[in-house]
């Protein structure tokens, strides 16, 4: 950190992220109807803290606020994900005028200040009316998000400047359908196969679906990890590359038209002839949210239901999160898709990357986070070397504008430039808040 962050091109966008279940509150307001999330973090035993996201920061009142701090943090973009049960109440039919609104009102505000909009529209709060009928298991709900999509799409396409489609199907298949770690809290280990399966097919119908209601770009956002194989026999590298093609290429080669690779226990014969042309459908940009590289190595357990053994990485030191920083995994994880897609790989935009760290007020309601400070210089730093050697990023939003709702881990684990105390709602910009406007604007 000693030395001056090196010079990003003119027109490199920066941003930052949050998802409409882990700030936005209100959940049974203007006709939202239930999502997954509320059924689950309302069952006991799901989330470490026996929270939910009933209130979260409130950002659904209190939004102008938050649009205020993301003007003085001089950010050219941010990228916010829409709640599908705002829109539909119950996953059909026609759009809810009151969910609609908010967006519409949080796109205006956003603009009005020169932000740019960025919409995701599915960060895994799908309505629980769709769960009802089997979820992402189901085909149906492939075709059913298109029409969600067109929906929003119809009323917000002239403002959104980027679209993203889903958030990560990696972490809502395997956390949600096959650990049941996430909602809905299904534990179908490989037979989850499916869920990959149809929310590509949703990705595909919907970027046509969109295609025909905006002319702005329109991308995916995976969450990509370096795999460390911990391990020096065959079958230690044969878990790795397995995980490898799990985490990284399942839900990438099938979009640039690869097909899918090749993993033990899935069952391809969910997919349908012309399906893979659906998926492969053009899109504009990839979003990619880094966090940390993974250990993985053979299982130990000869009886293990999974062919790897995910290990921690001792080498590094670790977020509060117990997640590794290693900043040369972005390095290697963007030229390594450089490599592997060539010129198939669209424009990237890094959508998400962050820590957590157990960021408290001091005595004068200061918070002070250096070691988010040198979690994000490392990582920029590293990101700038890889558009050095040759990979083209558009863009660096970091994860995330305030302190959250962390899924199973409620509100133990802080993500934010902004500190959020979860009995007042009150917000206090960090140190990284400050480290962060003063990279995007150059300092005062
Ligand atoms: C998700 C966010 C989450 C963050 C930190 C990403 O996987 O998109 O919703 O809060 O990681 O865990």
């Known amino acids: 950190m000693s030395s001056p962050l090196p010079e990003f091109p003119a027109g490199f966008t920066w941003g930052v992220s949050t998802s409409a279940y882990q700030i936005e509150g ?3 307001e203007d ?57 539909q109440p119950d996953g059909t039919g026609p759009a809810n005028p009151g969910g609609l609104g908010f967006y519409d009102r949080l796109v205006d505000g956003l603009l009005d200040r020169g932000i740019d909009p960025v919409a995701t529209l599915f960060h895994w709060d799908l309505p629980q009316a769709l769960e009802d009928k089997g979820g992402w298991l189901t085909r149906d709900t492939a075709g059913r998000f298109a029409d969600y999509a067109a929906l929003v799409a119809g009323r917000l396409g002239d403002r959104v400047k980027l679209w993203i489609t889903l958030n990560e199907p990696f972490v809502h298949m395997s956390y949600g359908y096959g650990l049941g770690l996430h909602a809905p809290g299904r534990q179908y280990l490989f037979d989850a196969f499916p869920v990959a399966h149809h929310q590509l097919l949703g990705h595909g ?27 020096v026999t065959d079958a230690d590298r044969a878990a790795g590359a397995t995980y490898h093609a799990l985490h990284n290429r399942l839900f990438t080669d099938p979009i640039l038209g690869h097909g899918y690779p090749e993993i033990p226990g899935t069952d391809p014969s969910i997919v349908h002839p012309g399906d893979l042309d659906t998926i492969a459908a053009p899109i504009d940009a990839l979003g990619v949210n880094y966090y940390n590289p993974t250990g993985v190595r053979a299982p130990s357990d000869p009886d293990s239901p999974l062919p790897f053994d995910l290990v921690p990485l001792d080498a590094y030191p670790t ?22 897609y060539g010129d198939r790989l669209p424009p990237i935009h890094i959508t998400e990357g962050g820590c957590s760290y157990d960021d408290t007020l001091d005595a004068h309601g ?12 490392g990582h920029l730093r590293a990101l700038h070397r890889a558009m050095t050697d040759g990979v083209d990023v558009r863009g660096y939003y970091v994860w995330s504008l305030l302190d959250n709702f962390e899924w199973a881990e409620g509100y133990t684990k802080r993500f934010g430039l902004v500190h959020v105390d979860f009995d007042t709602l009150t917000r206090t910009p960090k140190t990284s808040y400050a480290w962060f406007r003063d990279t995007v604007t150059g300092p005062a």
Do not use: K, M
Not at 366 to 377: F, G, I, K, S
């Open 205 to 231: 119908l919907a970027v046509t679906a969109l295609r025909a209601l905006t002319g702005s770009p329109i991308g995916i956002t995976n969450n990509y990890t370096p795999v460390r194989v911990q391990g």
């Open 366 to 377: 200061r918070c002070h986070d250096p070691q988010r400070v040198a979690y994000l210089d």
């Open 26 to 28: 209100a959940t049974s």
């Open 319 to 340: 977020t509060s999160f117990g997640w590794p920083v290693d900043p040369d995994g972005l390095h290697e994880l963007l030229t390594g898709l450089r490599r592997e």
């Open 31 to 87: 006709g939202r109807g239930p999502s997954i999330w509320d059924s689950f973090t309302h069952r006991p035993g799901t989330v470490v803290d026996g929270s939910t996201g009933d209130v979260a920061c409130d950002h659904y009142h209190r939004y102008a606020e938050d649009v205020a701090l993301l003007a003085g943090l001089g950010v050219g973009a941010y990228r916010f994900s829409i709640a599908w049960p705002r829109i």
